[in-house]
């Protein structure tokens, strides 16, 4: 049974940083794509990040130059660092992981996602 747990969530002022964290556990790590998601009130669930099994990355434009999306594979956890934070990140965050090991290209849409989080609140505060 595959397992995602989000961690690292919590309240930040404008400017300031905070760090996601995702464990994975129920496949094989290391071939699978991780992706992270959010939703803010009244609002779908969007891309953030994501990071292919081969270490590509992808990054929404309001996030580009701010977050980082890293994995490390012998502890089966992605991380998202968050610089820079604006009132607008402010939401839900869900960790995901790809329905298909080593698949080519990079996802954004959720559909090919099969396995997520609860998800962590992320408050910025202006």
């Known amino acids: 049974q595959v397992q995602v747990v989000e961690s690292g969530g919590g309240l930040a002022q404008a400017g300031g940083s905070l760090r996601l964290s995702c464990a994975a556990s129920?496949?094989?790590?290391?071939?699978?794509?991780m992706g992270w998601f959010r939703q803010a009130p009244g609002k779908e669930r969007e891309f953030v990040a994501i990071?292919?099994?081969?270490?590509?990355?992808l990054y929404t434009d309001s996030v580009k130059g701010r977050f980082t999306i890293s994995r490390d594979n012998a502890k089966n956890t992605v991380y998202l660092q968050m610089n820079s934070l604006k009132p607008e990140d402010t939401a839900v965050y869900y960790c995901?992981?790809?329905?298909?090991?080593?698949?080519?290209?990079?996802?954004?849409?959720?559909?090919?996602?099969?396995?997520w989080g609860q998800g962590t609140q992320v408050t910025v505060s202006s």
């Open positions: 995901a992981a790809d329905g298909r090991p080593r698949r080519v290209g990079l996802k954004t849409t959720r559909w090919f996602y099969d396995y």
């Open positions: 129920g496949l094989t790590f290391s071939t699978y794509a």
């Open positions: 990071i292919s099994w081969s270490d590509s990355t």
